[in-house]
């Protein structure tokens, strides 16, 4: 698992919002997203897939041989996925249904245009901004290297949509993880809103929960860049979290986004419903305002007194970090999945044992992935491992 979450589950809360998911969200909503996402062949391979779904299959182009599998790259393989591209359209039109103005604008700005701004940092605040986070106690990493390199291809189109969602061994290890790991976010976050609604009776702000989900993780393209092994780029801590939380809460404050947006954000890896957690939350504003420049009390992130997040405290913010426990189930998708997708990959596609630690599994792996998730890997693997088979094999000729 990556630095991404603390060791904190809570089931109920977990429950209660899948439940939510499943109970509330529109049909349709689900199935442009979901119907589209299984490649025809691979859909027959699952025989637990319920039969409406199934006859709304997205075009696919089929399975490729493994030598087209080990020439494509993030890119490739994210744009040929159904399933990342409908994610990937859910998420705009999302975004599109953001009443405030402003905070559409921003969203749109940054799905459109992932490139950091933080990484025009110059040397001089550089330097600046690792003293201010060493003597905090923020980071312990050198002062060169505590911020992600700035990638050689980056440009004001660095993409988002084939970035991995996680680090290469956590839940969303694969080209468009990230889009996929944030539409079951977002959806799931609009079923706990609703059901707010539905149960309790009142509105919470459904501009401010949602943008904030749909933003959660926007370093991620930064922090997890591929490399040349078609693997992704290990995370480092900052402030006792994944550098990408505090660094996506950097960017918002570099980008003068509303307070309440960016504390609701900032609980998306814990809530602040005691001293605790709420510490690691303010914390994490706090490296964020370091990093971008800026007075966290001033700005509004945090209460007068610098202790807590602004009183009394919004419930967005503990929606935010309800709807980002996609990682419960996901995480142990890959973990269980990959040693069952090695043995195949021996068996049915001839890599060797170096093979399997270097470019050719992880492309192999990739494709799998960004094609039929390890969700659904995972699920088919609960009926055996001839499912996981026939899965790959749909994706990807064996040899
Ligand atoms: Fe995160
Ligand atoms: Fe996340």
Same mark, same amino acid.
């Given at each position: 698992?990556?630095?991404? +979450?603390?060791? =904190? ?149 660095? !993409? ?54 749909? #933003? ?7 922090? =997890? ?60 504003? +706090? ?19 610098? +202790?807590?997040? !602004? ?6 913010? =503990? ?7 996609? =990682?419960? #189930? ?28 270097? +470019? ?40």
């Amino acid at each position: 698992m990556d630095l991404e +979450k603390r060791d =904190f589950l809570k089931i109920s809360a977990i429950t209660a919002s899948a439940a939510a998911a499943n109970l509330l969200l529109p049909r349709g909503a689900f199935a442009a997203v979901f119907d589209s996402a299984m490649p025809a062949s691979a859909q027959a391979a699952d025989e637990s897939r319920p039969r409406s779904v199934q006859t709304a299959a997205a075009p696919f182009s089929g399975a490729i041989g493994m030598d087209a599998c080990q020439s494509l790259d993030y890119n490739e393989m994210a744009a040929r996925s159904p399933m990342i591209q409908a994610s990937w359209q859910y998420l705009r039109r999302e975004a599109e249904r953001i009443e405030d103005r402003t905070l559409r604008a921003l969203i749109n700005d940054i799905y459109g245009n992932s490139s950091p701004r933080l990484a025009n940092l110059d040397s001089g605040s550089r330097k600046l901004v690792w003293e201010q986070l060493n003597a905090a106690g923020y980071t312990k990493q050198d002062r060169n290297n505590f911020l992600p390199p700035v990638p050689p291809d980056m440009n004001d189109r660095y !993409p988002c949509v084939a970035a991995p969602g996680s680090g290469y061994g956590s839940h969303h290890a694969y080209p468009g993880g990230l889009i996929t790991h944030v539409a079951a976010n977002v959806m799931i976050t609009s079923a706990i809103v609703d059901t707010y609604k539905e149960v309790y009776g009142y509105d919470v702000n459904r501009d401010i929960a949602v943008a904030a989900q749909l #933003l959660h993780d926007l370093h991620k393209p930064y922090v =997890f860049q591929w490399l040349d092994d078609a693997s992704s780029r290990v995370e480092q801590p900052l402030a006792g979290t994944g550098e990408h939380h505090v660094l996506s809460l950097a960017e918002l404050i570099v980008r003068q986004a509303p307070a309440e947006l960016i504390v609701a954000q900032a609980c998306a890896h814990t809530h602040p419903g005691n001293e605790t957690e709420e510490n690691q939350v303010v914390n994490w504003l +706090k490296a964020a305002a370091i990093i971008a420049g800026a007075d966290p009390v001033r700005y509004g992130l945090l209460d007068a007194s610098g +202790k807590t997040l !602004p009183l009394p405290r919004r419930q967005e913010g =503990f929606i935010c970090h309800l709807g980002d426990h996609d =990682f419960v #189930l996901s995480v142990p998708a890959v973990q269980w999945t990959l040693p069952v997708m090695r043995e195949i990959a021996k068996r049915d596609y001839k890599l060797s044992d170096n093979d399997l630690r270097g +470019k050719p599994f992880n492309s192999l792996r990739n494709m799998v992935y960004s094609q039929v998730s390890a969700m659904r890997l995972e699920h088919a693997y609960v009926g055996g491992r001839e499912r996981v088979r026939a899965l790959m094999h749909s994706v990807v000729r064996p040899v």
